[in-house]
């Protein structure tokens, strides 16, 4: 008789493999979460085509069609030429390489004449309420002249 897969406990835990997690780099698992999210793209890809893996193997003139499966289990490490072939064949974006543009910088010099005792209650509270009105600033001058 075979064992109802859905009547297994899911609070299954162990040492061993918390041990094991505890291990894992943060830099590590960078990695494997953007080979994971590869995959997850490219089998979306292949779905909205209506393909199985042999489709894409036979796209690609790969020598094996079992190349696919391992690009759709998360753990192969891609070449760009890999995946720009991918990409053409599925049309679908996985490289994501376009520089884009830097965004609009504010520049404002205020030259303002207070009392430097003053500059923190009379100045600072207005100076900052215009900062983030304008969206805030990457960087801001102030000259103040006593």
Do not use: C
Request: aromatic share 6%; glycine share 4%; net charge negative.
């Amino acid at each position: 008789m075979m064992t109802n897969i859905d009547a297994i406990n899911t609070n299954y835990s162990s040492d061993l493999i918390d041990q094991m997690l505890d291990n894992i780099k943060p830099e590590e698992q960078e990695q494997t979460d953007y080979k994971m999210k590869l995959a997850a793209k490219i089998y979306a890809g292949l779905k909205s085509k209506g393909w199985k893996s042999l489709d894409l193997a036979k796209a690609l003139n790969l020598k094996s069609p079992s190349l696919v499966s391992k690009w759709l289990s998360g753990t192969h490490n891609f070449t760009i030429d890999t995946l720009v072939d991918i990409q053409r064949a599925l049309n679908i974006r996985l490289l994501d390489v376009e520089l884009l543009p830097a965004p609009p910088t504010l520049n404002m010099n205020f030259t303002v004449a207070v009392a430097p005792a003053s500059l923190r209650e009379d100045i600072y509270e207005p100076l900052q309420k215009v900062i983030d009105e304008a969206g805030g600033l990457q960087s801001t001058k102030v000259a103040v002249v006593y």
